[in-house]
């Protein structure tokens, strides 16, 4: 179900290939980075990516545009989305990371509303029939696979 | 023969060389000289020939001596020749390698030709006499016979022998120079030592340094021209030479800084202001410590360093600020620049582009993109577009 991804207007201006010295212009720059960030990977069903593979993928790699992010400043981006709760680094080396384009606090409301609104409390439910249930696949793009699901579960409210 | 009186060779002030040629003997009459061929030399006053191995060995006569020539071809055996038929010795006339002469008349041999031209060029001056237009003193022209010691500065080897001597010299006040230089290293020496010394007193903070060291200390940065070490007394209340200097740079300085848009480098202005004074000049210290003190001297300058380093003078009236609000239009117009771009467009110098540039990032109007193409800068679309 891939839609062709709409690129912002960002993308196609050279400076954002640039890390910005002046601080006001580096948070808005960052900003659309994120977001950039978070929506490409929930269009292309990515969770986790490796920081060789971020480098030529064209997320960071504007071909057309012969712009691509320097390897310092996508550690840069990674860094502020570690820090809004996005992102998960897998190994100690910080060479692979998980991406969340949902926080996992986003996901458990999410669920738990879902759950409520079927009026299913209190009854149980496998892990697989929450990814793979009919019901669920009109919740946003389709709850992430499983190894992120657990931690969904864990942060959602007490009340479940 | 003997007509000729030694000579050094060299040439009066007045007098020039016309023509050279090497390999001629001359003959006293019909006989030859006891000299090898040397060199003959025409001048416009005289004759001159010289021993081509020992060139100290010179001797000359004046062509008014000469009272006309004639040419002799050359034979099987013999070489062309010229005849130079001559007046009677002056009585007064100084010595040379010969003190008396049947012949009044001797002959050029030239063993190695070129008479001919010799003949043509020998026969002009006769013709011109250009001597007696153009007198030379009559001492100078001899001299007591060849001089060990002399340099002689006819010809290549006098210039060889000129370069030998201009090098020996140089040689000899670089070694002086250099004395110099090592008792500098002696001292350097020992303002080590001393400045190690106090570096270690600070660091364990072993109580004061003594105020001996700190005397020593003093003298040895004074007489490597370091007038005070303490910063504090050379910028705040400054000397009254660099207050004298603030005004008159003050002077100096409006016109050219309005001429350029009221903003110049330091090094411009260092520039300008030593090339007006010509002697004199201001060391760098010097002019940087004025125009510390302009602002506060209430001068219509002022110093103004950016965040680079870069250091420049501004008239009290110029708005570097806005300025920049006009190079964020002209970057517009154009969708980005570089600095050398738009120091071309405004016609200012690349450094004072660079600056205004940085400056309008700094205000954030514009941002930069910096690529292997160069640094680029582009109105900021990153606050003006959501």
């Not at chain 2, 109007?365 to 680029?376: K, N």
Request: net charge neutral.
């Amino acid at each position: 179900m891939a839609m062709s991804f709409e690129w912002p207007w960002q993308y196609r201006f050279p400076p954002f290939f640039t890390l910005q010295p002046n601080v006001d212009t580096r948070q808005k720059q960052l900003a659309a980075w994120c977001s950039l960030v978070l929506s490409f990977c929930r269009l292309h069903k990515q969770s986790s990516m490796t920081v060789m593979e971020a480098q030529e993928s064209p997320l960071f790699n504007n071909v057309k545009l012969q712009r691509k992010l320097p390897v310092e400043s996508i550690q840069v981006v990674l860094e502020e989305l570690r820090k809004k709760g996005n992102l998960e680094w897998l190994d100690k080396n910080k060479s692979s990371f998980l991406i969340m384009w949902r926080r996992p606090e986003e996901w458990g409301k999410l669920i738990y509303q879902w759950v409520s609104k079927s009026g299913q409390n209190n009854s149980v439910f496998t892990l697989y029939e929450l990814t793979n249930g009919e019901d669920t696949e009109d919740e946003g793009n389709a709850f992430p696979s499983p190894p992120n699901f657990k931690k969904n579960f864990l942060a959602m409210p007490q009340g479940l | 023969m003997d007509r000729f009186v030694w000579t050094s060779g060299l040439l009066e002030i007045s007098e020039t060389l016309v023509i050279q040629q090497r390999g001629v003997r001359i003959y006293d009459g019909e006989e030859k000289i006891k000299f090898d061929p040397g060199t003959l030399l025409l001048s416009t006053h005289r004759l001159i020939w010289r021993d081509q191995k020992n060139h100290e060995c010179c001797m000359a006569i004046p062509l008014s001596q000469i009272v006309f020539i004639e040419e002799q071809a050359a034979g099987i055996g013999k070489s062309a020749k010229i005849v130079v038929h001559l007046h009677p010795a002056a009585s007064n006339k100084e010595p040379g390698p010969f003190q008396s002469s049947k012949n009044s008349y001797i002959k050029l041999s030239f063993k190695e030709h070129g008479q001919i031209e010799f003949y043509r060029r020998l026969s002009e001056e006769m013709t011109q006499r250009r001597w007696e237009n153009m007198p030379v003193p009559q001492s100078l022209q001899t001299n007591r016979g060849p001089q060990p010691g002399r340099i002689r500065a006819v010809g290549i080897v006098g210039i060889e022998r000129k370069l030998e001597e201009k090098r020996k010299e140089t040689d000899k006040n670089i070694s002086e120079a250099f004395e110099d230089l090592s008792k500098l290293m002696v001292k350097a020496k020992e303002m080590v030592e001393l400045s190690k010394c106090i570096a270690n007193k600070i660091k364990e903070k072993q109580g004061d340094i003594t105020e001996d060291e700190t005397i020593r200390f003093k003298s040895y940065l004074l007489s490597m021209g370091i007038a005070n070490p303490v910063t504090r007394e050379t910028y705040g209340s400054g000397t009254q030479y660099h207050m004298q200097l603030a005004k008159q740079l003050a002077g100096i300085l409006q016109a050219p800084l309005e001429e350029r848009g009221g903003i110049m480098s330091l090094t411009e202005v260092y520039c300008l202001v030593n090339r007006a004074r010509g002697m004199e000049l201001l060391s760098p210290e010097d002019l940087v410590n004025a125009c510390k003190m302009l602002e506060a001297l209430k001068l219509p300058l002022r110093l103004r360093v950016f965040d680079s380093g870069v250091m420049v003078i501004e008239l009290q009236s110029h708005k570097e600020e806005e300025m920049v609000a006009s190079a964020l239009e002209t970057v517009s117009e154009k969708g980005s620049l570089t600095s050398e771009e738009f120091a071309k467009l405004v016609g200012m110098s690349v450094l004072l582009a660079k600056e205004r540039l940085l400056l309008a990032e700094k205000m954030g109007h514009l941002c930069r993109d910096d690529s292997v193409e160069g640094l680029r800068f582009y109105p900021n679309l990153f606050m003006t577009q959501s």
